[in-house]
T-cell receptor, first 109, second 113 residues
């Protein structure tokens, strides 16, 4: 059974304080690992797809990396507008996404 | 703006009533999905459709039904609502079912009393 575990559950940072969010997974044949951002009262917004170990993707202050067992979402010099819940999901041969429970990130000015 | 439209945005419903949540996409995506999101449990797949005319069961399909008469619409029906179906429901779509990101609507907040 595919499983995704995200840590920490919640993270509070000061503006400019860089950190990383973790997504550990077990899957039978990874077809893709996806990162989403979710703001309160909104649907998840797609950020990145990673397909193979060693792959990296960047967008503004965010960088996602992938190994065979986990993915990290690195946030560099975050701003208050980066506050959101970040979701990780994996897709296996079943073609359906399995989501982690998310990390709630708060950036204080 | 292209995307997914869900309706209603919120609803309070008496237990035992029938309810249909609507989902329409204008991106001409083949695959569509319904999820529910509950505190502590994350997003869980209810039903999916890889293409018009076909549907499949997800992780938590009991008490829900779907239909896919055309590419754009994917309604979710609760035949006889129960309090445990209180949740936020999200519809999503992707170009195909494989290896591609899903794009989500803003959800329907449903309370069953």
């Amino acid at each position: 059974e595919d499983q995704v575990t995200q840590s920490p559950e919640a993270l509070r940072l000061q503006e400019g304080e860089s950190s990383s969010l973790n997504c550990s997974y077990t899957v039978s044949g990874l077809r893709g690992l996806f990162w989403y951002r979710q703001d309160p009262g909104k649907g998840p917004e797609f950020l990145f797809t990673l397909y193979s170990a060693g792959e990296e993707k960047e967008k503004e202050r965010l960088k996602a990396t992938l190994t065979k067992k986990e993915s990290f979402l690195h946030i560099t010099a975050p701003k208050p507008e980066d506050s959101a819940t970040y979701l990780c999901a994996v897709q296996s041969g079943a073609q359906k996404l399995v989501f982690g429970q998310g990390t709630r990130l708060t950036i204080n000015p | 703006i292209a995307g997914i439209t869900q309706a209603p945005t919120s609803q309070i419903l008496a237990a035992g009533r029938r309810m249909t949540l609507r989902c329409t996409q204008d991106m001409r995506h083949n695959a569509m999905y319904w999820y529910r999101q509950d505190l502590g449990l994350g997003l869980r797949l209810i039903h999916y459709s890889n293409t018009a005319g076909t549907t499949g069961k997800g992780e938590v399909p009991d008490g829900y039904s779907v239909s896919r008469a055309n590419t754009d619409d994917f309604p979710l029906t609760l035949a006889s609502a129960v309090p445990s179906q209180t949740s936020v429901y999200f519809c999503a779509s992707s170009p195909t079912g494989a290896n591609q990101p899903q794009h989500f609507g803003d959800g329907t907040r449903l309370s069953i009393l």
